[in-house]
């Protein structure tokens, strides 16, 4: 797939969705897919349980769910008994989200526990997670992450700043950075990490905006932290156990390697403008596949690096010595593998090298020779997790050519699992005004200038309205401090586009974990940057204004069957932007200068037999495209038949614009097709049309052009309601 630039003025495109019933599907069951993080064993006052089905008193007994938020008021305070047997109690006027909780019974040292202490106070007492695998926990507050060395700790956060004291085990706490990211569990790495264990008395661990290191400081700790509810000491006493603490972590990545040999023909040596003093025997062609993990490299849970190297080696005389050596072709993986972006330019090369490799086998069974799966668990995931990450790919692979999701300049994001039907948050259905709010946790530049630095970008979601708001803070060396907000689009595959004449955004909703991934292109005189930016799990906003789709976005209407829409401004269309379309479950049917007609590529047409069917014009976008610039044009006593007996079709039309002296007539005429494809008879005709039927002819997309002179046209895209 091409670049979608946005260089000049930007780019319109209007798209025309034949029939587009139930593009939406239903919406997940988000209970019954989510794992049992916990239950309630003591509520009193102001405690709620938020989750994607709406809020719910908590009660004892009370099942909370992996995703699910607590809430306490002014007199509120909750205890939950974890499913690994750890104890939480939030104290009042507290928010918590269990952002993740995977507790594996038989394999306690594959579980996980990520939770996100938004505002107020926690106690936190470990349990099987922690004990099997310290690495696999973490608590986040909005300034510092804490992993834990086997603890009971408590926490008190909010947006200034973050207070830990400790009185069993010890923790580890750090200031958000590039080697300390939210998304990634265990306690953070690198200089800026402060412990605390609990033989330092009456002693705390704080951090305040602006610092990037946490501070040791000694004081009365009651008189520091909300005071708990008396029935906390009950309620801990009889779940806590003793931890040893831990020794501090780290260690090296590891690489694992497949080398594929081959010996060049004379062919690929001329190709190669070897010397002709080379003989073909001496040089062997060496493609290697090198996987490497990559602890806090990125901005997710566990990450790794696919790397192909080429080297043409001059094995005469046993010295090896490399002739030539191509530059690697990088792609990197989340810790899903399902996920994956690249820097590379040369992304449709990695593919064809890969599959050179594989030699006849399919990608799958090739990376179980090369030992991925068992690589994989030995990091920690879990073999179903391995094997469907590995499947998704051999499914991505089997299909030719290989494109990825989206692409901003020499970058690009593949999600191996494919394109779905976009999921719309329960909430968002229930309460459509609610907005869902993310912040960027993590931005890898993949290309560009180093002059140019991404401090923050906050992003917003309304999913029923299916529109996203940004708000982008970069330093750029040139052109100093540079704050860039734009609205865009979700299309009904959860995939995100918008943009301005500087900057731009295109990513991916992936439904099966909500995560949002997306890559983000700047340019601003000589600096450009294309880069990765990851978000953290959505918090719930109630707005302060509802996000709504503007007239220059694309939005579908479920009660007609025709929908169209423009995504930007007014600028001929080209191949880019219609490859980045054909990526959205959408098939071209036809284009012209400055319109492109897609359908669902699941679109059904069955065609009426013998009948004849008479359609108004209902809505349209016509445009006067002249040397002085581009005007709208107007279309009056607009007529169009279809008949299904002798499958022809006419239409006609006046057209009017501000530069022309009179109306002009056109007309035309030409053939059905058996699916509904309109053509129109270049004899019978002064304009070009095409266009399709929609199923049961219940309406009608038709783009038409018309060249008035060599620098004058008139182009219109319409859609036809069945009368």
Not at 137 to 156: K, S
Not at 161 to 176: E, L, P
Not at 449 to 455: C, L, R, S
Not at 544 to 562: G, S
């Amino acid at each position: 797939m091409t670049k979608f630039c946005y260089n000049h003025f930007a780019i319109l495109i209007v798209t025309l969705l034949i029939g587009f019933a139930n593009s939406v599907s239903a919406i997940a069951d988000n209970e019954s897919s989510s794992t049992i993080a916990g239950q309630v064993i003591f509520a009193v006052g102001d405690a709620y349980v938020l989750s994607p089905n709406g809020p719910e008193k908590a009660m004892v007994g009370t099942v909370v769910l992996a995703g699910d938020r607590l809430i306490t008021g002014v007199n509120g305070y909750v205890h939950i008994r974890m499913a690994d047997g750890a104890f939480l109690g939030l104290r009042s006027n507290s928010e918590l989200v269990i952002n993740e909780y995977i507790f594996n019974v038989t394999m306690p040292q594959n579980s996980r526990v990520r939770l996100f202490l938004k505002e107020g106070t926690v106690r936190a007492v470990s349990g099987g997670v922690a004990h099997a695998n310290k690495l696999n926990f973490r608590l986040n507050t909005p300034l510092a992450a804490i992993g834990v060395r086997g603890t009971d700790f408590v926490t008190a956060a909010n947006q200034l700043s973050t207070q830990v004291s400790v009185s069993s085990g010890g923790v580890a706490m750090a200031v958000y950075s590039e080697q300390c990211v939210v998304v990634q569990l265990g306690p953070c790495l690198g200089e800026n990490v402060s412990d605390l264990y609990s033989q330092q008395i009456n002693s705390l661990l704080v951090v305040k905006r602006g610092q990037v290191t946490a501070q040791l400081v000694s004081k009365d700790v009651k008189s520091l932290i909300s005071s708990p509810h008396p029935q906390e000491q009950i309620d801990s006493g009889l779940i806590k156990s003793n931890v040893d603490e831990a020794n501090s972590i780290g260690g090296p990545s590891h690489t694992l390697t497949y080398v594929l040999q081959q010996k060049l023909t004379r062919q690929e040596i001329k190709a190669l403008n070897l010397l002709p003093s080379f003989k073909v025997e001496n040089l062997i062609k060496m493609d290697t596949l090198k996987l490497t993990y990559l602890p806090n490299a990125v901005g997710t849970q566990q990450a790794y690096l696919h790397q192909l190297d080429r080297k043409v080696i001059n094995i005469a005389d046993r010295l090896f010595n490399t002739i030539s050596q191509s530059p690697p072709l990088l792609r990197f993986y989340d810790q899903s593998s399902m996920l994956a972006w690249s820097a590379t330019k040369d992304a449709a090369l990695f593919d064809e090298r890969l599959k050179v490799m594989e030699k006849d086998q399919t990608y799958l069974a090739f990376m179980k020779h090369v030992g991925l799966d068992k690589y994989l668990q030995g990091t920690g995931m879990e073999a179903v997790a391995v094997y469907t990450a590995l499947d998704a790919w051999n499914t991505y692979y089997s299909r030719t050519p290989q494109e990825p999701i989206v692409q901003l300049g020499s970058s690009n994001l593949y999600y191996a699992a494919g394109l779905s039907p976009l999921q719309v948050l329960d909430l968002n259905l229930l309460y459509p005004k609610l907005n869902v709010a993310y912040h960027s946790v993590d931005t890898r530049v993949l290309s560009g200038n180093d002059g140019v630095v991404i401090d923050d970008v906050a992003f917003k979601i309304n999913y029923e309205n299916k529109v996203f708001e940004i708000k982008v803070t970069l330093n750029d060396a040139l052109n100093g401090l540079q704050e860039y907000v734009f609205a865009g689009s979700l299309n009904t595959s959860g995939m995100i586009f918008g943009g301005n004449k500087r900057t731009s955004l295109e990513g991916l909703v992936i439904n099966a974990s909500g995560q949002v991934s997306t890559i983000f292109h700047y340019q601003n005189d000589g600096n450009s940057i294309d880069a990765l930016v990851l978000f953290d799990d959505p918090q719930v906003v109630w707005p302060d204004r509802q996000l709504v789709a503007e007239p220059a976005l694309f939005e579908t209407n479920e009660d007609v069957a025709v929908n169209w829409g423009r995504w930007e401004d007014y600028a001929p269309l080209d191949d880019q932007v219609i490859d980045r379309l054909r990526l959205g479950h959408l098939e071209l049917v036809a284009n012209n200068s400055h319109f492109a007609l897609f359908q669902p590529v699941s679109a059904t047409h069955a065609m009426p037999i013998g009948d004849s069917f008479n359609f108004d014009l209902g809505s349209y976008e016509a445009l006067h495209v002249a040397e002085g610039g581009t005007t709208t044009a107007t279309l009056t006593e607009a007529k169009l038949n279809v008949d299904f007996s002798t499958a022809e079709f006419t239409t006609q039309m006046e057209v009017m614009a501000p530069r022309l002296s009179a109306p002009i007539h056109f007309f035309a005429k030409g053939e059905v097709g058996s699916l509904g494809q309109l053509v129109s008879s270049a004899q019978d005709s002064n304009i070009n049309v095409a266009g399709m039927v929609a199923d049961n002819a219940s309406g009608v997309g038709m783009l038409l052009e018309h060249n008035l002179n060599s620098k004058s046209s008139i182009v219109a895209a319409m859609e036809w309601v069945s009368k």
